[in-house]
Nanobody
């Protein structure tokens, strides 16, 4: 089994900073892609930042210059440093990973997993 465990959400004032963490654990053979999505009330889930296939990074236009994604490959962990937070950043942030996983003695490719989400609230 594979789990994605997120941490680091909370309440912050506009202009403040938060750092989210997501650790993947379980029968992981390879991490193909890993990153963060968010869903605000009444809106669709959207990509925030991710390491995509090939190791490059992708950011939503709305967070470029404010958010930075980083990773620790040895720990299968990604981080999202969020600076200069705005009220419109308020959302539940979900970790997502595309993994090759062990199933018995075989490897199953490109399995998609989601964390349970962590709430980020930006308000004065």
């Amino acid at each position: 089994q594979v789990q994605l465990v997120e941490s680091g959400g909370g309440l912050v004032q506009p202009g403040g900073s938060l750092r989210l963490s997501c650790a993947a654990s379980g029968s992981i053979f390879r991490v193909n892609a890993m990153g963060w999505y968010r869903q605000a009330p009444g809106k669709e889930r959207e990509l925030v930042a991710a390491f995509i296939f090939g190791g490059t990074t992708k950011y939503a236009d709305s967070v470029k210059g404010r958010f930075t994604i980083s990773r620790d490959n040895a720990k299968n962990t990604v981080y999202l440093q969020m600076n200069n937070l705005k009220p419109e950043d308020t959302a539940v942030y979900y970790c997502n990973a595309n993994l090759d996983v062990y199933v018995g003695t075989s490897v199953r490719s490109a399995q998609n997993y989601w964390g349970k989400g962590t709430l980020v609230s930006v308000s004065s």
